[in-house]
């Protein structure tokens, strides 16, 4: 960064305290996501949900995972609603974490570890829960130019640092994203995106435009345009598989804007 310029994300709310991600059976899923995450149950007062768990990654209380529970709520698939998409975290070795979640029960990989990102900074690992959700596992190389990405986590998993949207209108949605949060836009762009063709069922090589906003405390929010696909009403959850924005730290509420933000609550431990 040159002396003078602002870094990206200033002013910025953020970082991510945590997102929300919707299961089936708690149980199974606070199994999986411990096993390939490492992170760890923490206690979080004020939470109205009656069936929920947080996760904490190691050496961070912030980029948390709030597993909620609805069992009778029909699964959704990622980038086929409106908001519900990914989440993001960052991790130190992409094949020691590809060959971790190939070993854990309900995990499933779908993409990687293979080099990512336009100046190919990124090597990244996806894979799917057990409800169908997608997190993105990646590492972040050196990226000179930039200044906007988490430091190398201290344990082979960090924190969760960026959500991933799909809508199909980005334009009207990384401007309601930018009055209500603030943030810097770093990209906008036409790229496959591999793991959204597999999930989506659409052909291999699919272009898809993506935009991401930069928030404090190096993290991100990524904006997928998908063409087309439905709408979930304000404040609802389409069902387990989702994830959402839920949190920012310290003390900025998340707007409930319907498309990949739910507010949650809680106190701090
Ligand atoms: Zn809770």
Do not use: K, N
């Not at 050496?59 to 709520?73: P, Y």
């Not at 094949?95 to 190939?102: F, N």
């Not at 960090?158 to 994203?177: M, N, W």
């Not at 906008?188 to 052909?203: C, E, I, K, N």
């Amino acid at each position: 960064m040159t002396p003078g310029q602002r870094p990206a994300g200033s002013g910025a709310a953020g970082p991510i305290a945590f997102v929300t991600s919707i299961c089936r059976d708690l149980t199974r899923s606070a199994a999986a996501y411990q096993a390939l995450l490492g992170y760890r149950r923490a206690e979080h007062a004020g939470c109205r949900e009656p069936a929920c768990v947080m996760l904490r990654p190691p050496h961070a209380d912030i980029g948390a995972i709030h597993l909620v529970e609805r069992s009778t709520a029909q699964p959704t698939r990622p980038w086929q609603v409106r908001g519900c998409a990914a989440l993001e975290i960052v991790i130190r070795d992409a094949d020691e974490v590809a060959a971790r979640a190939g070993a854990v029960a309900d995990v499933e990989l779908v993409g990687g570890p293979r080099p990512a990102g336009r100046t190919r900074q990124l090597r990244v690992v996806h894979v799917r829960g057990p409800d169908g959700e997608i997190l993105y596992l990646t590492r972040i190389l050196p990226a000179p130019r930039r200044h906007v990405l988490p430091d190398r986590p201290e344990s082979l998993v960090g924190r969760v640092y960026s959500v991933i949207l799909a809508v199909p209108d980005l334009d009207q949605v990384r401007g309601e994203l930018l009055a209500a949060l603030g943030g810097t836009q770093i990209s906008d762009r036409r790229t496959g995106l591999a793991t959204v063709a597999l999930v989506r069922g659409d052909p291999v090589g699919t272009d898809y435009r993506l935009s991401s906003l930069s928030l404090a405390g190096g993290c991100l929010v990524e904006i997928d345009e998908v063409l087309g696909i439905g709408r979930v009403p304000p404040g609802r959850f389409a069902g387990p598989g989702e994830v959402r924005l839920s949190g920012l730290a310290p003390g900025t509420p998340v707007p409930d804007l319907g498309f990949g933000t739910t507010p949650g609550r809680e106190e701090r431990e």
